[in-house]
């Protein structure tokens, strides 16, 4: 698995640098340097940066936009080659910087830098509710970061949070951008086409579509653990009869391997959507970076994806893309938090959907807690019949 840009048989980036947010191309000692990587210097934005070794010259507002988001979403970016020299106050500077610019990073500390600042911890008796049920909260006021003693608490007591957005991608501000680029490249397939790179860090491009996020997060009770999740049971007709809420139809004969097909009633006897998932493992050395910038600082220790297939890969229509992850962490005494986000693309989202969508975060919300209920109560049951009962 591995985001579309970056060659497949390089090795997966390690996480980026936790100052990913400050980015200069320059090398000049003058910068303030913070932190340094194999390939670019971290510094403070200015609009003096100059990128050296291609004739000079002050690095463009798409340009500075270009690198950020390559090292941000893990996509390869050309660059010009540089002549680099260590860096004066950085642990580790070196030279030989290579003629691109990508996210193969080393942390390097500056030399009065303090420590980075220890990951968010969930309390290790998280998951130790007994009941099934599940009570549903949006997060209010609305934020990506679920991580609060309010929250937790919630979460401690069986139940889900969830935040909902839908806007047009020219209205997204930086950090929304910045959330959605960290997956929605993210792909399993080398082919384009199956993949679909998307570039959202680029606000021409963004502007192309309508742009529905979600993330919800609820907790499974012992003895589920995250590695009880797998493609093969997640694609599984009966997983997904057992576990989607409101019902939605599982078409039995979705033949390809870790896939599945369904079709949910979005408006009751009005409007229905067809989609078909495939479900892939996220490689462990992306774990790191999804804990930081999505997974509110808590380390993840199991993690898949869900992306949009087609049976027939060439056909078109008005939805770029999905990407959606499940993102797990298994607290010391039990269970698994389970955080999940979704990311729809749109060109244009049909007007029945448009004068509804303003309800789907409460509607969502509910599905959200169905869906927790559903499989807490389906997995109890499935590892009790192997022996991993309560």
Partial sequence: LYFIGVPQSQPPPPPPCRMRSRLCCCLS????VGSICNHIVVGEIDDDCEEEGGGGGKVSPGRKQQ???ALLSGMEVPGTPVAATPVEGVEGSSVGFESCISVEMTQLRHADEPPAAPANTIPSDLAMFTSTSCEARVVDPPSWDFNSQENIAHLSDGGSLYNFLCAPGS???RQQRLFISQFISLSSFSDPLQAVPVDIMNPEEAAKYVVIL???QYAMPAPIRGEDFTPGLISN????KACQPASPYIWPDCDDENTFRLTKTVIRYVYKVTIQLKVSVIPP???????ETLNDGVPVHHALLLERTKRHVTYTDSTKTVKSLLLYHNPKDGGTLVTGITCILNTVLPSVISRVIHTFGSSGALEVAETAERTRTHMLARLAEQGRKR
């Fill in 67 to 69: 690198l950020e988001s």
């Fill in 214 to 216: 979600n993330k919800a």
């Fill in 285 to 291: 050395e992306h774990y790191p970076r999804l804990s």
């Fill in 29 to 32: 000692k003058r910068q303030g």
């Fill in 171 to 173: 209205e997204l501000d």
């Fill in 237 to 240: 007709v009966e997983y997904e």
